[in-house]
């Protein structure tokens, strides 16, 4: 029914049957691990009225057992999810659906769990700060790199004017002039990250 993916990682998709209505995925050597994919495999849809609340579990450090926290949830509208967990911190849980029948013996083992609950109840749930990835489209992103990388390229050429030497056909521009457009646009982006699309 479900599927998780971790970067770098073959696709997982032998989720643990805990209860009827729960399912858990084993994360071997958790500290390497960035982000999560948790998706469905398209094979058996939610039930009406039905989503799955994503959890994840940290080995507590001073008893060993699951701390689970919410990252947030997964529906047959929204069938795929990714969430950042290298920022979570271990120890630190709260209420969860999972009880003690899904823990890990491993203290390098975490667990990536998935609860069937009713869509109104899923609403009403808080994930846990920082799990959520970035909403910022990938154009975006390419186009801060690209000015990034074209900055510190033309950046790499900078002389001063006891070192320039007469060169009729070369036209120079300030570097003041480039870093003035550069500080302007990423004060422009920051403001308004779609004013490009205008």
Sequence with gaps: ??????????????????ASDKFVFNLPDYETVNHVVVFMLGTVPFPAGMGGAV?????????????????????????????????LKAGEGGAHP????????????AQVGVSVEALDQLAQQTPVSGAAVSAVDSFLQFTQKMLDSLFNFAS???????????????????????????????????????????
């Design 1 to 18: 029914m479900f599927g998780c993916v971790v970067a770098g990682r073959l696709v997982q998709t032998d989720a643990v049957q805990v």
């Design 55 to 87: 959890y994840f579990s940290f080995p507590d450090p001073a008893s060993g057992g699951p701390v689970w926290q919410l990252l947030g949830f997964i529906t047959n509208d929204k069938p795929s999810a990714i969430f950042k967990i290298s920022g």
């Design 98 to 109: 999972f009880g003690t029948v899904a823990s890990s013996s491993s203290p390098s083992v």
């Design 156 to 198: 790499s050429f900078a002389v001063t004017q006891a070192q320039m030497t007469p060169n009729p056909t070369e036209t120079f521009v300030p570097s003041s002039c480039l870093l003035r457009w550069y500080e302007n646009f990423q004060r422009r982006m920051a403001q308004n990250p779609h004013f490009w699309k205008n």
